[in-house]
């Protein structure tokens, strides 16, 4: 979508997006528009409302924001008109933006309107949305220039884009391999180095968990290393490690699942935010390096599948008892982790996974469980959360819970078999090999990285994650 400003609607001929805060009912003071007045009686700016008008060779499409509006609604209000009035926007589409408007406010609407070109169905026929048309410009109408504020807007629409793709397609197509192609590509196109270690290598290595966890599939495990450092490297203040759980298909292993498993394709969404941060951060070209690391694996049963009450070694030389084989992303994070501290020792470091049914009972859909004892990290990731919209609520690492994860036959044990504080547990395993590391934070987003929306009939990625890791990071 390209976009480019003029300077009046004189000469315009198509549709014109109009946003407008609310009024009231009572206004006797109708809107007012490029000639039109639209009386409160029939239109004043409630939110997620919407009226048209055809005037002049114009469609005018105005659309209600309520008095007052956040970032994730704006984004989903101007989501909401690309996916469901496509058949308006045509080749000669205009977007007025008012002079009340901030940055944040401006990004949001573009990112929704690019983020409304997204459709679920793969593998049918489908046409192309307007805004994806070579040809197509978005004429846009503002007192300020917004230019910059757009192009990064855009940048961030289409990662959020690709990881809907990658969580959204199945698992047989979206395979540890074509995870690792993906990633490769995206790295000769952005800019970030790619380096990937497969299953005969990762067993020289010592990456005891992560082999355990792949071995038992036809589609072998990829351990998946990216590395971003921006062109002008002096400048470089920072140095951020991420580590995403990439399991594409997670069928519980020997302890196989009873429910839910037709939704396990979207195991993947922590490591698919962790590609579409890696493209977004590479795309803006902030001036930090970062080091991210996703573990891509299938979780099959299979006759060599690692089995409930097996021993296996992590990459940190720990031994770990397997007491679950469905409690698998957290022994394939166990060894990023390690890898990522030994091989780069971040200054900074986050994984992200959906890690657990246990945040989901905590939390329901509505936030992202974080664990972390850097303060300063908990006030940083929640503030940025609460202000795109990606919210995330701390849970406790209290040493109490250390016995829950206690092995009597290795140092560790990957489940503690309990029915309660199973996100809790789970983090403290993943605690167990950041090396007391003192600026790490775990994000368990099972509840919110494939939802039920009004932008498909069936459960979807909303890319989770992306912006939140990005935004962090570039505010450091």
Request: charge should be negative; proline fraction near 3%; charged fraction near 25%.
């Amino acid at each position: 979508m390209k976009v480019t400003s003029i300077d009046s609607l004189d000469n315009f001929s198509g549709t014109v997006l109009i946003p407008v805060f609310e009024t009231t009912v009572n206004n006797v003071i109708p809107i007012q528009f490029d000639g039109l007045e639209i009386s409160s009686k029939v239109f004043f700016g409630k939110k997620d409302t919407h009226y048209l008008v055809d005037k002049n060779d114009k469609t005018y499409i105005f659309i209600g924001l309520g008095e007052a509006i956040d970032y994730k609604s704006l984004k989903d209000i101007f989501r909401r008109v690309a996916s469901k009035q496509k058949d308006t926007l045509t080749q000669d589409v205009s977007l007025f933006l008012p002079d009340v408007f901030t940055d944040e406010q401006v990004e949001a609407v573009i990112s929704g309107l690019y983020l409304g070109t997204y459709n679920l169905g793969h593998f049918k026929k489908q046409e192309i949305h307007p805004f994806l048309d070579p040809d197509f410009e978005l004429k846009m109408v503002a007192s300020k220039d917004y230019l910059d504020v757009i192009s990064k807007a855009i940048k961030i629409a289409k990662a959020q884009l690709e990881t809907f793709t990658l969580v959204d397609l199945p698992s047989n197509t979206v395979t540890p391999k074509y995870l690792a192609k993906w990633a490769q590509e995206k790295g000769k196109q952005f800019g970030f180095d790619v380096k990937v270690i497969g299953l005969e290598e990762a067993k020289k290595q010592n990456l005891g968990a992560f082999v355990a966890v792949g071995k038992g599939s036809d589609n072998e495990a990829q351990f998946v290393i990216m590395d971003y450092t921006p062109k002008n490297p002096e400048l470089t203040l920072k140095h951020i490690g991420l580590v995403g759980k990439g399991i594409t298909f997670d069928t519980g292993g020997l302890d196989i699942k009873t429910a839910g498993m037709v939704h396990m394709k979207c195991d993947m969404a922590g490591g698919a935010a962790v590609f579409g941060a890696m493209q977004l951060i590479a795309d803006l070209q902030l001036p930090v390096k970062v080091t991210a690391i996703v573990p891509c694996a299938e979780n099959a049963v299979d006759s060599k599948s690692f089995a409930p009450s097996d021993v296996i070694y992590s990459y940190s030389g720990n031994s770990i008892e397997v007491t679950n084989t469905d409690a698998e992303g957290r022994l394939v994070l166990a060894d990023g982790i390690s890898y990522l501290i030994k091989n780069y020792n971040p200054e900074y470091l986050i994984d992200i996974a959906t890690l657990t049914g246990s945040s989901v009972a905590t939390l329901g859909y509505e936030a992202g469980a974080l664990f972390t004892n850097n303060e300063l990290m908990t006030k940083n990731l929640q503030q940025i959360g609460e202000s795109i919209g990606e919210r995330l609520w701390p849970l406790p690492l209290w040493e109490c819970y250390q016995k829950d994860i206690e092995s009597e036959i290795a140092d560790v044990k990957n489940f503690s078999g309990k029915p309660v504080a199973g996100a809790i547990s789970a983090a403290k395993f993943l605690e167990f090999f950041t090396n007391e590391h003192k600026a790490w934070a775990h994000l368990d987003i099972a509840g919110v990285a494939f939802v039920d929306d009004e932008f498909a009939k069936t459960k979807h990625s909303n890319a989770f994650g992306v912006h939140l890791l990005t935004k962090f990071i570039e505010n450091l």
